[in-house]
């Protein structure tokens, strides 16, 4: 928590900062569930309304699952927008909606995935406009992730990060990434993935 208030604050300051962590999406305002008992990335957005007073705050969540946490908690608030692109066909079986959801066909690969998300993230960045973006980069489509069925390659994640980091440059948007789940056979997999993003946030940011 504390960490993804300071990934915020620094990215408002710099243009991006990435946390090494973060991103526990599953957490309501008043119960854990899913591996998360805090929702972060929920109480870093809350600290940029009251403290930093920002007024457009965009969660963009691609971790493999839904982001029920959030979109619970900003369902009535028109100065978070909240998007998710996840598989269907997982947990969280109840999907409070977000202001934009995404749901994919257990299967669904590169090419489904960023026809997806170039089809719809361009419109809503244009539209809502938003100050601060907080990246949820998980590394859970992935073709090899154990608690998945999408079916990303380690080359399909770098250009979905570098999509939403070039989307979010070219909007003027600061960017908080958070890293989110990550459960593939081999950890040195999940590693790289993370690494990945990290490593596009410092080129393209
Ligand atoms: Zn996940």
Sequence with gaps: ???????????????????????????????????????????????????????????????????????????????????????????????PPSDLDIGLADGSGNKEYLDALEKELPRIFKDFAPQLVFYIAGADPYFKDQLGALRLTLDGLERRDEFVFALAKESKAHVAVVFGGGYAQDINDTVLIHYNTVKKALEIL
């Design 1 to 95: 928590m504390g960490g993804t208030i300071l990934t915020a604050k620094l990215a408002l300051k710099e243009t991006s900062c990435v946390h090494l962590g973060g991103g526990f999406h599953h957490a309501f305002a008043d119960h854990g569930e899913g591996f998360c008992v805090l929702n972060d990335v929920a109480c870093a957005a809350r600290y940029c309304q009251v403290q930093e007073k920002l007024r457009k705050i965009m969660i963009v969540d691609c971790d493999l699952h839904q982001g029920n946490g959030n979109a619970h908690i900003f369902k009535d608030s028109k100065e978070v927008f909240t998007f998710s692109i996840h598989q269907e066909n997982n947990y969280p079986l109840i999907k």
